[in-house]
């Protein structure tokens, strides 16, 4: 099984950068992905890592350390939109998916 | 986007009661799954299907019965429910299980009370 852990909320200013890190003990990996999940709504994807590394995508960027079983989300220029919950999820060997908690950020002006 | 509906988006039953949750995806994707969202937990899968074929079953009481009579439409059949079943019940689909396409997309889920 996997075990992921992540804050369970973090607040900061709009245009400011947070950064949500998350970690994981996994039997097998497959690949780390984060989503993004707005009160009331369907979680949407944000990213996907499977090597180490950064991907940057606009505002958002995702980083991956697989020996160190740690991964990142960073969020710039923070905007009011963003305020929501934020998913770290793993995918094992079997391609199942296991989901942190999740983050909470709330952004203010 | 409406790549994956669910119906309803709110339900309250007793725990006596039968009740059905409806997931369609409109996305040509092979896999379905349910998942439970409760309150400050994690997702937790419950079911998957690829290919119309159950490959998942994660410890979920026999209470809730999945169907999934194509690719396109998958069930959750709810009866006798306890209170801590409460939760949003979250429908996702993927091109397949154990394909490479990474993504899966979720519906915006059906928010279960049961009294």
């Known amino acids: 099984g996997q075990n992921i852990d992540q804050p369970t909320e973090m607040t900061a200013t709009e245009g400011a950068i947070v950064q949500i890190n998350c970690t994981y003990q996994?039997?097998?990996?497959?690949?780390l992905f984060w989503y993004q999940q707005h009160a009331g709504e369907a979680p949407t994807f944000l990213s996907y890592?499977?090597?180490?590394g950064l991907e940057e995508k606009g505002r958002f960027s995702s980083f991956l350390s697989r020996s160190k079983g740690y991964s990142y989300l960073l969020l710039k220029e923070l905007q009011m939109k963003d305020s929501a919950s934020y998913l770290c999820a793993v995918r094992d060997r079997d391609y199942k998916l296991s989901f942190g908690a999740g983050t909470t950020v709330t952004v203010r002006a | 986007e409406t790549g994956v509906t669910q119906t309803p988006r709110h339900l309250v039953m007793g725990m006596t009661n039968k009740k059905s949750l409806k997931c369609e995806q409109h996305l040509g994707h092979n896999a379905m799954y349910w998942y439970k969202q409760s309150a400050k937990k994690p997702l937790e899968l419950m079911f998957v299907y690829n290919f119309k074929e159950q490959t998942e079953n994660n410890s979920v009481p026999s209470r809730f019965s999945p169907e999934c009579p194509n690719s396109s439409h998958l069930f959750l059949h709810l009866h006798t429910l306890q209170p801590e079943d409460s939760a949003l019940y979250l429908c996702a689909s993927s091109q397949a299980q154990g394909d490479n396409s990474y993504e899966q997309y979720f519906g915006p889920g059906t928010r279960l009370t049961v009294t």
């Open positions: 996994t039997s097998g990996f497959n690949g």
């Open positions: 890592n499977v090597l180490d």
